[in-house]
DNA sequence: GTTAATGCAAAGCATTTGCACACGT
DNA sequence: ACGTGTGCAAATGCTTTGCATTAAC
């Protein structure tokens, strides 16, 4: 683990105990553990490889905190949530390019058609991916949430 | 059911016709009538969701037809498969904006950050939806695949 | 007639839930 | 002490698989 790892999980530490703090939440080894493991390595893990990489090293750890603790962590923005390929799927017959917006609350998803979007820059990263195509997704409310529901989770995007 | 769509699910027919006929697939009474209900519909459906709106019009019909027959429309490039966020999930620490990249072969995802990405033009269209946030996904082959593999489905995005 | 697709039932995973016990504050 | 978090085991839900049957070309 190098040293700017370092930093950043330490970093995220003393967030998770601030907000656990704020949220009157414990500060159990558990979490400690959970949320250590994954602030320090770059891939994108899922509950059950996070639970297979530490349940040696935290007695008796359950896979069923580590599903709970990691929702926790995405309510108070210490981590987020990505879907996966292999996951439970929608589908849509329309095939071309076009972009969607999904609710926080409901969980509809509606199409968005944009030139703008599907023309966007598409940067010449280091990562040497062979871009086949993309799309742009938005989160947020729908409007029939929007009127219903006051604050979804307590994430603050955009900082730390 | 108005007329655009009436053509839009006919010509969805026609399409899979000649899919199937370069693919040497079969043309099966299932697949006709997956793909008219899928083309018919302005929502994203699951598997599930389109089996329950047609099993009583297809004698004897499975689940099981229903998800292979989506998978195959899926590789033939007749529909798309989005993710849901009911889905199996992937975490990460970072909950800065950033964008993705995922493998269509191996389904490696790769963290891409890029400030031009982050300050897409959001458009804002008549659905209302109030954006919370948004994130760019992209998909095509890593650094690993692209020199391993060839052709990963047969889809010709941007037509139809 | 051959090859491919379907249906069924069972298996496989990922995730959630209920409840008793243990822990953090 | 109090309230919350955890572990366990069982349940749930989505998806896949194996195999015999049936249908398409």
Same mark, same amino acid.
């Given at each position: 683990?190098?040293? #700017?790892?370092?930093?950043? %999980?330490?970093?995220?530490?003393?967030?998770? #105990?601030?907000?656990?703090?704020?949220? &009157?939440?414990?500060?159990?080894?558990?979490?400690?553990?959970?949320?250590?493991?994954?602030?320090?390595? &770059?891939?994108?893990?899922?509950?059950?490889?996070?639970?297979?990489?530490?349940?040696?090293?935290?007695?008796?750890?359950?896979?069923?905190?580590?599903?709970?603790?990691?929702?926790?962590?995405?309510?108070?923005?210490?981590?987020? &949530?990505?879907?996966?390929?292999?996951? &439970?799927?929608?589908?849509?017959?329309?095939?071309?390019?076009?972009?969607?917006? %999904?609710?926080?609350?409901?969980?509809?998803?509606?199409?968005?058609?944009?030139?703008?979007?599907?023309?966007?820059?598409?940067?010449?990263?280091?990562?040497?991916?062979?871009?086949?195509?993309?799309? %742009?997704?938005?989160?947020?409310?729908?409007?029939?949430?929007?009127?219903? %529901? #006051?604050?979804?989770?307590?994430?603050?995007?955009?900082?730390?």
């Amino acid at each position: 683990m190098d040293e #700017k790892t370092e930093i950043f %999980v330490a970093e995220k530490l003393r967030l998770m #105990k601030e907000r656990c703090r704020i949220h &009157k939440l414990s500060l159990t080894a558990q979490r400690r553990a959970i949320l250590e493991n994954l602030a320090s390595r &770059k891939d994108h893990p899922t509950a059950d490889q996070i639970y297979g990489a530490i349940q040696g090293r935290v007695n008796g750890l359950s896979r069923t905190t580590v599903y709970r603790v990691l929702e926790t962590f995405v309510q108070l923005g210490l981590a987020s &949530k990505i879907c996966s390929p292999e996951a &439970k799927s929608r589908f849509e017959a329309d095939t071309k390019r076009h972009h969607h917006a %999904v609710c926080n609350h409901c969980e509809a998803v509606v199409d968005i058609y944009s030139d703008s979007l599907d023309n966007i820059d598409i940067p010449v990263d280091g990562t040497c991916f062979d871009i086949h195509d993309f799309s %742009v997704s938005f989160t947020g409310l729908c409007s029939n949430c929007r009127d219903t %529901v #006051k604050r979804v989770h307590i994430s603050d995007k955009g900082e730390a």
